[in-house]
């Protein structure tokens, strides 16, 4: 707009511009690709949960219909489901 403070090449506005850019997506990128594997290995932890006769994890043993605790990974805990906490848990 002012002849005075205006730039000649438009390159010299466009490359710091996008040096910039691509310095904060890669900081997100090597954000995100650390939490992607904190949150593998935090779902990979077991934890003993209790199957309910009727419930769809149930795996009655000789047609029992008592309740059983089996040990499971954090990625197969659905809503609802009864999770044992033991002591430094």
Known sequence: MFKSIRVNSPI???TPTIIIMLMG???EFVGEWKRYKDDKKVNA???TRLALPGSANFKGTNG??????????LA????????????EE
């Open 12 to 14: 010299v506005v466009i």
């Open 64 to 73: 029992g219909n008592e309740m059983q605790w089996e040990k499971v990974t």
């Open 45 to 47: 932890t077991t934890v």
């Open 25 to 27: 997506v890669y900081k």
């Open 76 to 87: 197969d805990i659905k809503t609802g489901d009864v999770v044992m906490i033991e002591d």
